[in-house]
DNA sequence: CTATTTAATGCGACTATGTTGCTTTAGAAG
DNA sequence: CTTCTAAAGCAACATAGTCGCATTAAATAG
């Protein structure tokens, strides 16, 4: 695997390599329990928060957060296109409690002197799998 | 032995009308702690949460989560249309920290055998007022 | 190779948000 | 007034996320 080292200053280490892998093998956004719960060697939750919010810095992934008020992360698979990466819609399943980002764009319009900087949507329901 | 009351209404209290009050005034959704910062009278937190989520089974209010992970209670203000109350951005503004309910819809189109049940939807920036 | 620099990690403490169980209080109906 | 029970208060708990500080270990210079 490729180290996404943008910023020179940053090291490749066991830790992040292994926390990269397993959200890249999910395919999904996830939550730092559930990396931790996933990945089979031992990581600090703290330096697990500071490996994801450093890969977001990076742009290799993103957040967003959902109703259940967690912080999910996601491989940012377009992040060349800024806006594409960002504004689009993520799916909750209540069921397999899973975060995924959907193909679809968020549109929107804003009032006069409102400035966006960050969007954060995310549908909640059934996904494919739990239908 | 009265078996017949099988209806059980909400009563009216004190602290219902003033977190409402509070809310109504404002004009915008409000976190927990906002409501209890600027309520005139003394009320349990516990009790906050239970007033606001019985507002939000009753339609009255409607709950939205932040990126800040926090959740906020808004006024409903055409709840007879489901749609539109719920379907809506809502706007965070990271300089005077409120929550704002935009008139903008949220559209969106969902691939197959997917189910929404609910739409969290969460522009952040700076509103006309911080410009 | 060793030595140096400092990013990254581990640990513990801490804050904040929200919930729950249990007891007490009080609203509304009889 | 009495009864029933929703609602409130309190305390404990659970979880999420952050921060300071000491230690470890990448990257690199010598």
């Known amino acids: ?46 330096t697990i928060y500071r490996v994801l919010n450093r890969f977001c810095e990076d742009g290799v992934l993103h957040k967003v957060v959902a109703e259940d008020g967690k912080q999910y992360f996601a491989l940012c698979l377009d992040c060349d296109n800024i806006h594409k990466s960002i504004n689009h819609f993520h799916f909750r399943c209540v069921k397999c409690e899973t975060i995924e980002c959907l193909p679809t764009e968020v549109n929107f319009s804003i009032p006069d002197k409102y400035t966006v900087q960050n969007v954060n949507c995310v549908l909640t329901g059934t996904c494919k799998d739990c239908f």
Chains 1, 2 share one sequence.
């Open 1 to 46: 695997m490729q180290t996404y080292r943008i910023n020179m200053k940053r090291r490749s280490t066991p830790t992040k390599e292994a926390v990269l892998d397993v959200i890249t093998k999910t395919g999904k956004a996830m939550s730092q329990d559930a990396i931790e719960k996933k990945i089979n060697i031992d990581i600090n939750r703290a």
